[in-house]
Every structure is written in structure tokens, then in C-alpha cells.
């Protein structure tokens, strides 16, 4: 599939009828996509920059006081944790999904079918595994003679439980993107490598992760992104304490009076994810657009 | 890797398989194990030693299960088949383009979608409660095709591009109206993407939370699934939420089951991957 993407049928162009025809079939899509997404990201903006009409930075100065600074800096917790965790179990995945063993085809269906669950399915689920008294997670430590743990102890365990829980359900996709990376690698690669003396962990060094380097920067844009805008988990599993960025947004704008303050913490957030967007596209994927 | 499989991969099996199984386990035991075995201990049981239907079935009568999960089904109908509808052409329109130009568009249209689900949720649902939009199956489907518009235009795209080119010009040779080839040779070429962006779109909507959240908000009986089982959750009802859970998610499995060889990583991170 790959190589239809790669664009060898460059030639010089001229812009024909035909053309703009072409242009004109995608250009609903095109309109769709434009109409709803950069006009609401433009009226939140110029809202959070109006009080009574006129132009006011009123709600970007209170907002420290609704929390925003620490629900920025849980936001990021929660993401790179996340992302860490989801990377390290799809990483594991991809790798043993390579190798031939008796179950495979049950294995990748086991980890594969949470892509298809919903979000709020997920966490009810762990809402019932993690719970203070009790509950599933704690009756297995026990069965297993360890203590039972409090999870909800402290704001650092919430988001803990919160950033764990997100791995049910976005790991497969982060799996199924390194599998496709390391499904490239010519097996012959490893068995040179092997005959060279190469070891298992220097093999690894050497061809596996430059091998899926650009593909972690993929899983890390199209997962990292989804994690700034995770809503439904923390809201069933921690509901607004502690706070991310995304439930304090909603918090404000469900009360009419604090709405104005929900646009300048959307605007924070649109400011954070697309610094995050330019940042990994510009020490990882930019050389996907480049063509 | 030639050779003999290493024991130590079956370790690594066996615990990620538990890891990934565990969460449907708990479903499936508070869905069908008696509550004194459940909620009425402590630390839950982890094994059945009885099995009952009795929860589901109390459940499908003390709270209204088919409606949201009729509205869903709508919902997601009617969001798969407008992907089809703008996707379809888009996909061929962008593959007839050069690849530079068509691969910016791509691109264009994924970071567009990388907008905050929320920021772009809360304007849109002002605009169509002023459209007499909110709390409506269609509102809910307008704003979720928003998410999974990119994915299928790329996905449809990757079809028509995979196809020789000598095809479509031999049949405006022989003289068919580009309309005739379309439908009548292209698009049967196509219809395995079609699918996939299909099914995707489909299952995107069944699951999707924010949005629908935003749009037709709290009011159980005028939400999707998502937004129904979120407010009964809420409301502490775990047994409900459970069967809820269940029921929505058989569809799920079997469509990912049934699926699986076509859930690639070049598909669904999209233009992305080159």
C-alpha cells in the first residue's frame, strides 16, 4: 500500500478545467470540514476577548482563579503519562505480534477489540475496577495478599488512575501503528544483524526503534493531540477534582453566568494543542509534508 | 526470524491478554453474576459461581435502554452515510489531483481535526440551537461528522489512487460520460476503502461522547447511548449502566472481529503515515 502514497508521479502541472473540476468534487468535504471547525474555533476566540460587548482581557486575568494553572499542569500529567504508558504496552504489542506463536490470531483480537469501545463504556468499567472500598482492582490485590490500595487518595493517585485507565481503549490504535512500522523490517536485517554478533538489546537499538521512529512521532501526534481533549474519563472518574483544562472548560460553560471563562480556557487549550502539533510535526513528522 | 518461538514471548502474551481482557471481564460479571456476589461483597468475586440473567432483564424494564440505543443506531447511520456522500467524491476529486497538491488537502484536513473536540463542540451547539438543531438525531450526526470526515475522504482517496490509470481513460475512449464510468466501473473497484470508511464513521458515531454530550445534552431521552449511559452512571446505577454497557458494545466486537484485517495503522492515523 505504502508506495502508492509516495509521490513519484510528480511532473511539471498545469492547472486545466479538468482540474478544477476534480477540485469542485472535494470541495464539500473541503467546506465541511472548514465551516465547522475554524468558524466555532474563531467565535470562541473572539468571545473569550469580550465583555459587555467590548473588547476586555477580564476573562483571561480571572481566570487564574478558576484553576487554571494547576489544570494545566494536570492536563500535561495525565498526557504524558498517557502516552508513555499507551506507547510502552503498543510497543510490547507490535513486537510480540511479530514473532509466530500458538494463539496469535485470539492474542491480536483480545487487544485490538478495545479500539471499538466507547470512551464512556471504558470508564464506567474502571470506574467499578478502581474504587476506594472494595472494588475489582483491589480484590485481586488482595486475592493476590497485598494490601488494599486507596486510589483515590490524593490528586497526583486521581490522575493516576485517570491516565492508566486511558490505556484500555487507545493502546490497540498505537499498537496497530508501530506494527505497521516494524512490519517493514526486512527479517533479513535481523538475521545479518544476528551473524554480526549483534545482541538482542543492541538489535533492538539499532534496527527496531530507528526503524519506528517516525511512526512513534505519528503515534505521538495523533494520540498526544487525543489526550489534550480527553473529557468523558476524567469527567466519570474524577469528575471536576482534580481538574483538566477540559473539565473546566465544561464546568464554566454549563453555568450561564461563567461562560465567557469556558472561551478563554478553550482558547488556552486550542494555543496548547496547536504549540503541541507544531512542536512534533517540526522534530518528527515534518518530512511527511515536505513532499 | 527463523527459529523456534522464545517461552518468554508466551509470558509476555499471557499478561498483556489479561491486561486487555480484564476490563470486559468485570463487564460481563457485574452483567450477569448475582449482586450478593458483586456489589454486596466487599471485594467483588472474580469468578462466577452463579450465573443470572435476572440483572439485564430487571434492567430492560426500570430504565429506557432501546431509545437512546435506537437514536444511536440513527445517529450513526445517518453520519456513515453522509461520509460516504461528501467522501466519495472527495476522495476521488483529491486522487485525480497532483500528489503534492493532494497530499496538503489531506494534510489540511487532519490538522483541522486535531481542533479541540470540546472548543469546537460548545460554538457549533450555540449555532444550532439558533438552527433549531439541538437535542436532534440530525444535530448529533452534523456535528459528529465533523470527526470522521478526514479519515474517510483519506481512506476513499487511498482506493481510487490504487487504481491503474489507463482504466478510466480507456473508458472515455469507448466514449462513456465521466457519470457512466463512475458508477459503473470505478466505484465497484472501490467498494472494499468504501467499506472500511463506512464501518469506521459508523463506529466512530456509536461511540462518541463530546459531541454528542454538547448537542443533545443530559435529557436521557433525547441522547445517544453515550450520553444516556454517562447519566446513568452518574446516577449510581450500576447494574443498568452494566447492561447498557453490554448491549452496546456486542455490535462493537463484532464489527472489529469481522473487520480486524482492515484495521491498519496507514489507515486510521490518516495522511499521516506517507
Avoid: C
Avoid at chain 1, 538475521?191 to 526503524?211: K, M, N
Amino acid at each position: 500500500m505504502d508506495s502508492e502514497f509516495s509521490g513519484n508521479r510528480e511532473k511539471r502541472f498545469k492547472i486545466t478545467g479538468r482540474h478544477v473540476l476534480y477540485f469542485l468534487f472535494a470541495l464539500p468535504a473541503i467546506a465541511y470540514v472548514i465551516g465547522l471547525s475554524i468558524f466555532p474555533a474563531i467565535t470562541v476566540v473572539y468571545q473569550s476577548f469580550l465583555v459587555a460587548g467590548k473588547f476586555s482581557l477580564y476573562n483571561y486575568s480571572v481566570l487564574p482563579s478558576y484553576g487554571l494553572y494547576a489544570s494545566i499542569e494536570n492536563t500535561l500529567i495525565v498526557s504524558v503519562g498517557a502516552l508513555l504508558i499507551q506507547l510502552m504496552l503498543a510497543l510490547a504489542i507490535a513486537m510480540v505480534m511479530m514473532k509466530p506463536f500458538a494463539g496469535s490470531k485470539i492474542f491480536s483480537s483480545i487487544v485490538i477489540i478495545p479500539f471499538g469501545i466507547s470512551t464512556i463504556v471504558s470508564a464506567f468499567i474502571f470506574s467499578l475496577i478502581f474504587t476506594n472500598v472494595g472494588g475489582f482492582a483491589n480484590g485481586v490485590l488482595v486475592a493476590l495478599g497485598f494490601k488494599p490500595v486507596i486510589w483515590f487518595s490524593s490528586s497526583i493517585s486521581d490522575l493516576g488512575v485517570v491516565m492508566f485507565s486511558d490505556f484500555w481503549k487507545n493502546t490497540p490504535l498505537v499498537a496497530l501503528i508501530l506494527y505497521g512500522g516494524l512490519s517493514s523490517v526486512s527479517p533479513t536485517l535481523y538475521e545479518a544483524a544476528s551473524v554480526d554478533g549483534a545482541g538482542a538489546l543492541s538489535r533492538f537499538t539499532h534496527i527496531t526503534l530507528p526503524a519506528i521512529a517516525p511512526l512513534i512521532s505519528i503515534a505521538l501526534l495523533v494520540r498526544g493531540v487525543s489526550e489534550f481533549n480527553i473529557f468523558a474519563l476524567p469527567l466519570v472518574l474524577i469528575g471536576y477534582h482534580p481538574l483538566i483544562l477540559n473539565t473546566l472548560i465544561y464546568e464554566n460553560y454549563s453555568t450561564l453566568a461563567t461562560r465567557p471563562i469556558s472561551y478563554a480556557a478553550a482558547t488556552v487549550l486550542l494555543i496548547i494543542i496547536m504549540a503541541y502539533s507544531i512542536f512534533v510535526l517540526k522534530i518528527g513528522g515534518a518530512k511527511q509534508y515536505a513532499r | 526470524m527463523p527459529g523456534k518461538t522464545n517461552p518468554l514471548i508466551y509470558i509476555v502474551v499471557v499478561l498483556l491478554a489479561l491486561l486487555f481482557f480484564y476490563p470486559f471481564w468485570v463487564l460481563f460479571l457485574i452483567a450477569f453474576v448475582p449482586t450478593r456476589f458483586t456489589f454486596g461483597l466487599i471485594y467483588p468475586l472474580q469468578f462466577p459461581l452463579e450465573i443470572t440473567l435476572s440483572n439485564i432483564v430487571n434492567s430492560f424494564y426500570q430504565v429506557d435502554l432501546l431509545g437512546p440505543l435506537i437514536r444511536s443506531l440513527e445517529v450513526a447511520f445517518i453520519v456513515g452515510g453522509l461520509a460516504l456522500l461528501l467522501g466519495i467524491p472527495a476522495g476521488y476529486g483529491i486522487a485525480k489531483l497532483t500528489t503534492r497538491i493532494s497530499n496538503r488537502i489531506i494534510a489540511f484536513l487532519f490538522i483541522i481535526n486535531m481542533m479541540p473536540g470540546l472548543v469546537i463542540a460548545i460554538p457549533i451547539s450555540l449555532y444550532f440551537y439558533s438552527a433549531h438543531l439541538e437535542n436532534t438525531v440530525l444535530g448529533v450526526a452534523l456535528a459528529q461528522e465533523l470527526v470522521v470526515l478526514p479519515l474517510t475522504v483519506f481512506i476513499i482517496m487511498g482506493g481510487f489512487r490504487s487504481l491503474p490509470r489507463d482504466l478510466e481513460n480507456q473508458a472515455r475512449v469507448d466514449g462513456a460520460p465521466l457519470s457512466s464510468t463512475f458508477a459503473r466501473i470505478l466505484l465497484p473497484l472501490v467498494r472494499v476503502p468504501i467499506l472500511i470508511a463506512f464501518i469506521l464513521s459508523w463506529m466512530t458515531s456509536w461511540d462518541e461522547f463530546t459531541y454528542a454530550f454538547i448537542v443533545a445534552p443530559i435529557v436521557p431521552t433525547d441522547s445517544t447511548f453515550p450520553v444516556a449511559l454517562y447519566n446513568y452512571v452518574t446516577r449510581d446505577l450500576p447494574l443498568q449502566s452494566a447492561t447498557f454497557a453490554l448491549v452496546a458494545t456486542i455490535p462493537v466486537i463484532i464489527l472489529v472481529v469481522v473487520f480486524q484485517k482492515y484495521l491498519k495503522g496507514q489507515y486510521l492515523s490518516g495522511g499521516l503515515i506517507g
